[in-house]
């Protein structure tokens, strides 16, 4: 018998194996071992029904072993009598599941359809990466296997990992790479595409002699790998990208699905055995620091580190609910049966409504506290028990046993009040500082959507009854704070979901907020925290009516010098980087001044900045990236009534060869006649003179305006050389005007 | 994502456009003065939102009426503070008033 301490790398069933895990040893092996591991899912319905079933599945090659249960559905008052089929073999449970749905439509599955890494999870408390004690056979069979840590630790052991890195020298979108850059543990080298033998070649070597763990690319998904593949197939010339010999690579379709009042696209994805490939461009949680985010939410999602870095953060609360509810006996229903029950018009009414936004009060405003709710939502779901199985609450607190979303989001919410508090006090070259502010974000977004899944119809464990009463007690919660604030004398300027804007005179120290963080914690019961304190904060109102505030349009200077902007040009994802830029650096400018006072030194040099600016668009000083316009496709192509820009740059790209599925994203310029655009990834480039320069300056207006408007500092001149005889486009960046019926 | 019922803001322009024919039939000079009742409204939708009135056009004329309300009491306070000034005293207290009393 074997032992060793080490990583459990990946996880996946096999037809032969069963069930496959890879681990890094301490001693630096990469071991591929087996375990025997049978995959239970369950049946209900009438009871002739499940003996029909019962007859039906000891007729099927799996040989299931069959027995009668009972089991806990978490929307039904009394347990459920189930019929259980255990598949010794986890790689054929899926298919005998898939047809006994479709020769019983009729019944309810359970535990059907959970991913076997969750299984996994759930036995043996093991998640990507966990360090673990492993007892196998010379045969390479699991015999014990113990987790040595957990998902909660917030300072794992680290993992000694090889990454290998693959990018093209360009994006194949817009050009056609010629050579891949390849680097490894400090080595660097650049393989040319043409002609591709050596480089396949070269790269096999490079797979064999070096055996990353991690396979990190560029476009891997949707260019690299597959003609990689391809290549590798015609020329006969095999590309060990798994390591898992005699496997091919996993493909998983591309999709564009709507979520949030938008389209998302996700590209088609390449999965590895063995290894695990990332592909930069097709990872929500890749951030700037590399691969931290997705290492720390495959951790506390148990999903694989492939899945769990291309996936939604939707998919990744949603799978650690399947988790609790596995480690609590709790049923995992294929479908959900329960539906929205029926209320009043007046219950609709008063239930039906997201967080309290407040208008606030236009201007600059000196000294001002921003302060907010940490976690708010999560905080509300563990602080009064709401879950689906649970009564709603009456009061901002429970005297329940906890539920299965309490039970979820409880060691993630604590995980990440650590790690923030830790950040609090942690300088920047601290070793943990990127690690830590990478799980707090990937922690964030988890916690975000809870709240949202909670409402989704189709999850498995929601309610909109629960989702409701998030929102409730979110916004008398809000309203505590604000009447506390008010008792002690500080003025409330604005108000968002779960943070507020408060100033009083000669109230500019962080400790002279303190009391009163106190105070909102002690009536609410909810953690709060003081964001910073603002030099100046300016609320800017409505384009169209300087009477009319808009709550989520304001920019400001904390006293650290750093900065929050909402609402504005530069957040938004379509403005071309010379629009974006110049706003920010107006922004810089004005935000050397101390005091809301001084301001009036600093104007003058933010509107030098914007006629040099516009200066440099008339005599075609701009580089042309930086006049890129990036928009969504919201649709597909044939489906446009009236083409929009990014529509009729795809008809271009796709006369050129090339195409966008709805979701992505299109980059274009803005040219004079014609259709108006030039698609940037055409192979040619427009020359400068034909470029849209009114259009351009008129977007730079636009963009001065916003900054300069609140201190009634906006240069008339410019206005007036930025007059365009055709105005009409701009009017899919503007506000509607308020609409009087006739 | 669909929505059951509409937000506030949409109450809100729904009740505006409902008010169409009459703000049309207006003098220009009175449809400014409307618009900027309307404007005013706009400042407590939160509340309206949080109120959830069955009816809320209510709540948008109680929100008119509140920010007229606050324009009559800063205009009240104004004025008060320039007759205070202007005003002069009915009876001013004479200069050596003090030391009459004086034994």
């Keep these: 018998m074997n032992e060793i301490t080490g990583w459990l790398l990946d996880l996946y069933s096999d037809t032969r194996d069963g069930l496959v895990l890879w681990f890094i040893s301490e001693g630096g092996e990469r071991l591929r071992l087996r375990q025997n591991f049978a995959v239970t899912f369950a049946l209900a319905g009438p009871d002739e029904r499940l003996r029909a079933a019962w007859r039906w599945l000891q007729k099927q090659p799996e040989k299931p072993q069959l027995g009668r249960s009972q089991g806990r559905d978490l929307f039904l008052p009394q347990p459920v009598t189930l019929l259980s089929a255990r598949v010794a073999n986890a790689a054929a449970q899926p298919h005998l599941f898939e047809r006994c749905a479709r020769a019983f439509p009729d019944l309810a599955y359970y535990d059907a359809d959970v991913q076997l890494a969750l299984r996994h999870a759930a036995v043996y408390d093991t998640f990507p990466l966990a360090h673990c004690y492993v007892k196998y056979d010379d045969d390479h069979l699991i015999h014990e296997l113990r987790a040595l840590d957990s998902a909660w630790d917030v300072d794992p052991l680290l993992v000694p990992f090889r990454c290998l890195m693959l990018e093209p020298d360009c994006d194949p979108q817009h050009d056609t790479p010629r050579k891949l850059k390849v680097s490894y543990e400090g080595h660097n080298c650049e393989l040319a595409f043409e002609p591709i033998r050596p480089l396949l070649i070269n790269l096999r070597a490079i797979l064999e002699r070096y055996d990353p763990d991690f396979l990190l690319t560029v476009w891997g998904d949707t260019w690299l790998l597959p003609l990689l593949l391809a290549e590798s197939e015609r020329l006969n010339l095999p590309l060990p990208l798994n390591r898992e010999e005699g496997r091919g690579v996993g493909h998983r379709k591309e999709k564009s699905y709507f979520t949030y009042g938008q389209i998302v696209y996700n590209g088609q994805q390449i999965h590895l055995y063995g290894r695990c490939h990332l592909d930069q461009r097709n990872s929500s949680l890749w951030g700037p620091d590399g691969l931290d985010g997705i290492l720390e939410g495959a951790r506390v999602t148990a999903l694989p580190i492939q899945t769990s870095g291309r996936t939604s953060p939707g998919t990744g609360i949603s799978s650690m609910q399947i988790l609790t509810a596995l480690r609590n006996n709790i049923l995992v229903p294929w479908h959900k049966q329960q539906v929205e029950q029926p209320k009043t018009a007046l219950d609709l009414l008063h239930h039906d409504q997201g967080g309290l936004v407040y208008q606030p009060i236009i201007g600059v405003h000196s000294e001002v506290g921003e302060i907010d709710f940490i976690s708010m939502y999560p905080s509300i779901m563990v602080r009064c028990n709401i879950s689906p199985e649970k009564p709603l609450p009456t009061f901002l607190g429970s005297d329940e046993e906890p539920g299965l979303i309490p039970l979820t989001l409880k060691p993630l919410l604590e995980k990440r009040v650590a790690i923030k508090l830790a950040l609090g006090h942690m300088p920047p070259w601290d070793p943990r500082y990127k690690r830590y502010q990478a799980a707090s974000s990937a922690y964030k977004w988890l916690l975000v959507t809870c709240f949202g899944y909670l409402g989704y119809k189709n999850a498995r464990f929601g309610r909109i009854e629960s989702h409701e009463a998030v929102t409730t007690w979110g916004r008398e919660a809000l309203l505590i704070a604000k009447e506390a604030a008010e008792d002690m004398g500080f003025t409330v300027l604005h108000m968002y979901v779960d943070g507020l804007w408060v100033k009083q005179e000669g109230y500019n120290q962080p400790e002279q907020f303190t009391p009163l963080l106190d105070e909102i914690s002690q009536r609410t019961g909810l953690s709060i925290a003081l964001d910073g304190i603002y030099r100046w904060v300016t609320f800017m109102p409505s384009r169209l009516n300087s009477k009319v505030p808009v709550p989520n349009r304001y920019f400001g200077f904390f006293q650290d010098g750093s900065f929050k902007v909402r609402g504005i040009d530069a957040r938004r994802h379509d403005m071309p980087p010379f629009i974006v830029e110049t706003q920010m650096d107006m922004l810089k400018i004005l935000g050397k001044a101390e005091t809301a006072a001084q301001l009036g030194e600093y104007i003058p040099q933010a509107q030098a900045l914007l006629r040099r600016r516009i200066n440099d668009l008339r005599r075609g000083r701009v580089p042309l990236d930086k006049l890129v316009m990036g928009q969504k496709l919201s649709r597909e192509l044939k489906v446009y009534k009236a083409p929009s820009p990014a529509a009729r740059a795809l008809m271009q790209l796709q006369a050129a060869g090339k195409d966008k599925r709805p979701g992505q994203r299109v980059r274009f310029l803005y040219i004079r006649g014609g259709s108006g655009v030039w698609a940037w990834d055409l192979p040619e480039k427009p020359p400068k003179e034909a470029i849209d320069v009114e259009y351009y300056r008129e977007l730079l207006w636009r963009a001065a305006e916003t900054v300069l408007s609140p201190f009634n500092a906006v240069p008339t001149q410019a206005r007036a050389f930025s007059f365009t005889a055709e105005g009409t486009r701009m009017e899919q960046a503007v506000e509607k005007e308020p609409v009087y019926g006739t | ?103």
Excluded: C, W
């Design chain 2, 1 to 103: 994502m669909g929505r059951t019922l509409p937000s506030i803001t949409m109450e809100f322009m729904q009740e505006q456009e409902a008010f169409g024919r009459f703000r049309r039939a207006l003098r220009r000079s009175d449809q400014l003065a409307l618009d900027d009742l309307f404007s005013a409204a706009r400042n407590h939708l939160a509340a309206a939102a949080y109120a959830a009135n069955a009816l809320p056009m209510e709540t948008f004329l109680l929100s008119m009426l509140l920010e007229e309300h606050k324009e009559v009491m800063r205009l009240r306070t104004l004025v008060e503070g320039v007759v205070a000034q202007q005003t002069p005293r009915l009876h001013p207290p004479a200069a050596d008033e003090g030391d009459a009393e004086q034994p």
